[in-house]
């Protein structure tokens, strides 16, 4: 059986709202196991209302729907509903005598208009609103069972809460659990991180295993639908395991965790202080790590020379390798980093040099980095040539200088 | 003709991930006065896309698609498409070729599993990627013309601007014109702005003009229906020559403009550097100015100085001063602006110190926060107390020292 969701209004097909009640309903019916095939954002027009209500009522189960409950004209839900299910709309006095009751609490007059909450499709069952005027509705069409809600999220959020999740429970819907594991990894491209997993990436796989990539952070998805909670634990951790285990030190995180902050980890661990040298990131690495909570016992602080001047001044990078080699160089980068480490008196000192463009140099194109790390014993450096846009650039040489900090403390910690 | 926009991935189904795809490109296609009539998001499975791909090829004339064009084994958006138009999936030479070359820039041997990237139903038109593996999609189906693109924003983004728009508008869609101009201030309150403009902000007036805030820049939307692009600027004109001159210096920009790019331009205008000295903001100053293309030619660098001892080795701050005021204070924020000018010998610099939380200090609470300019002749501090989280403090106080040197600029030069 598959379950749809479908966002009523105007303000979300034309783009000025963002649809964000299907991300929460989805959220909260996976939590009982309930995973959604597909969401539809509708606008206020009544055939294409009913027109979605088909297809939503043909190919689904259990159709979701918010939006489209108010007194105004272009609330459509009602009607829409009627049309899909070839009956009229009836007046509800117990409804009438709640919406009533809602104005009469808030000591205001009921305008005539909100009558129209109490008109449901002739066969459908109300369901009551604690905390608004729109009463939801619960309609069977066919094999589809259909629940309409506010649009107002937290109208909606509380009769999710309250009346339609028991519901959905006590149909049988549900009742097993839907569980994610997310995993971070960072390092390498996409292909190469899902040729190590080909047998758990397959289709058909039990759990479920996805790999997507946003800004060069390689996350994997095992979703695990299962009787219980713990079933579904016991189906995520062995893959969870295999998964480490080939995947190795390209693992950083789960869930929602950035480099940042397995970085900071790393330091409180080890004990071990952290200053920054940027060039092409600008502060970002910096920022970045300025974002975590507690950041300030073990980041230190940092230094953005964009002008060349500040490598030599404040960095005591020696100026004829700036004019030997180029701002934008290993060897630079590395003077960098050892210059860093030792004007802010850390044990550990990460640097950024490159081009973010928009204007590449002669020898030297749009997209170049060099990442730097120095620590007690030495210093190294890597290169990365990423050709893109100014801010991807910036962020994912942000994000090799987090990596290599990580996995020097990792390794030599 | 109805336009629909399909959205694929299990992470957008599944509520893990915010669909932002549609609002994007429902917004754009507005621009080009394309309405939207439906939004559809469907998961990573192949016989629930042919099934969305065929309800939206039978509701709409325009079928806008993002995601499911990757390498892996859920990225099932060609084959589904092939399915869609009863053909096969054929190997397309030239967009091999421009994906190996991509792989080549990169310095990386391209996986064998990027290969399926160059099939296309056959009959399609494929649509190059200049920013990523992933070509895009023409295909007819019927009398539906469909286009998919990368799920990827910045490639999407892209695709979608100097490939797709273009299309639209020789094919004729598009009709009238729904043009939009947002103006963006800061410095104020959303109230005290409105109270200015209350007169443009009511219901019914030509052209529509709203108010949003985010972040504390506060945006007026002026919004133009009308038969040509020039009706509908004219509309927007007068309106909005009224809220600059009510408005005065508290306006910075239009559209995306922001802080940081005004401060740039000014700097570049008046020719003045600067540098930065932070403190709570955490190199959040440093990398927003950063962002802008070509700041390096006014934006020096800066210092993040977590660490109390660095404001005293690296920027000078008499000791004493943090000793008796608190590092938290107009006096030492004052000092940090001074000295950081004096060290990156720039015209200006501007600092800031505060309490991004989680825990206050017990004189002063979370959200407290001094930002400082220093010139030439002097310098000076502010102060704001925003009890807010963490990222919301670091925003605001990198706003309110980029606004800082904005209004000194503009008023002094």
Redesign the interface.
């Known amino acids: 059986m598959?379950t749809e969701i479908i966002s009523i209004g105007s303000e979300?097909?034309?783009?000025q709202?963002?649809?964000?009640n299907?991300?929460?309903?989805?959220?909260r019916?996976?939590e009982i196991g309930i995973?959604?095939?597909?969401?539809?954002?509708?606008?206020d027009?009544l055939e294409?209302n009913v027109?979605?209500f088909r297809?939503a009522s043909q190919?689904a189960g259990l159709v979701l729907v918010t939006g489209g409950l108010g007194p105004t004209q272009d609330d459509l839900t009602r009607e829409a509903l009627a049309r899909l299910a070839g009956v009229e709309l009836v007046f509800h006095q117990e409804s009438f005598d709640r919406i009533q009751a809602m104005f009469a609490r808030l000591g205001r007059t009921m305008p005539e208009t909100n009558r129209v909450q109490a008109l449901f499709p002739a066969g459908a069952e109300p369901i009551p609103n604690s905390h608004g005027t729109a009463p939801g509705i619960s309609l069977q069409v066919g094999s589809c069972q259909l629940f309409a809600m506010p649009g107002v999220p937290s109208e909606m959020h509380r009769m999710f809460e309250k009346r339609i999740r028991p519901r959905l429970l006590s149909l049988g819907l549900g009742g097993g659990v839907?569980l994610?594991r997310?995993i971070n990894c960072f390092g390498t491209?996409?292909?190469?991180v899902?040729?190590k997993l080909?047998d758990l990436?397959?289709?058909g796989h039990v759990p479920e295993v996805?790999?997507?990539?946003?800004d060069a952070t390689v996350s994997l998805?095992i979703?695990a639908r299962a009787a219980t909670h713990e079933e579904a634990l016991a189906q995520i951790a062995p893959v969870e395991q295999t998964i480490r285990e080939r995947l190795g030190d390209l693992v950083f995180g789960v869930e929602d965790e950035e480099l940042q902050e397995s970085v900071l980890r790393l330091l409180t661990e080890k004990r071990l202080t952290l200053a920054?040298a940027?060039g092409v990131?600008?502060?970002?690495?910096?920022?970045r790590?300025?974002?975590v909570?507690g950041?300030?016992a073990w980041?230190?602080?940092?230094?953005?020379?964009?002008?060349n001047?500040?490598k030599f001044?404040?960095l005591s990078v020696p100026r004829p390798l700036v004019e030997a080699q180029g701002a934008v160089s290993a060897a630079v980068a590395e003077a960098m980093a050892v210059g860093c480490r030792t004007?802010?008196?850390t044990n550990l000192a990460v640097s950024t040099v490159g081009i973010?463009?928009?204007e590449g140099q002669s020898d030297k194109p749009v997209g170049l980095v060099y990442t730097a790390l120095a620590w007690k014993d030495g210093v190294k450096s890597v290169s990365s040539?990423?050709?893109?846009?100014?801010?991807?650039v910036?962020s994912r040489a942000a994000k090799q200088a987090l990596n290599l900090v990580r996995l020097h403390v990792l390794r030599h910690g």
């Open positions: 598959k979300l097909t034309s783009g709202n963002l649809d964000t299907s991300q929460w309903l989805s959220r019916l996976a995973a959604v095939a597909f969401h539809t954002t509708v606008a027009d294409d027109a979605a297809v190919r839907l994610q997310k491209g996409e292909s190469v899902e040729e080909l990436t397959r289709r996805g790999i997507t990539v946003s998805r979703l920054t940027e990131t600008g502060g970002l690495v910096a920022r790590l300025a974002l909570k950041a300030s980041f230190r602080g940092g230094l953005v020379a964009y002008d001047e500040l001044t404040m004007h802010f008196q973010a463009g928009p040539n990423w050709p893109l846009a100014r801010e991807e910036q």
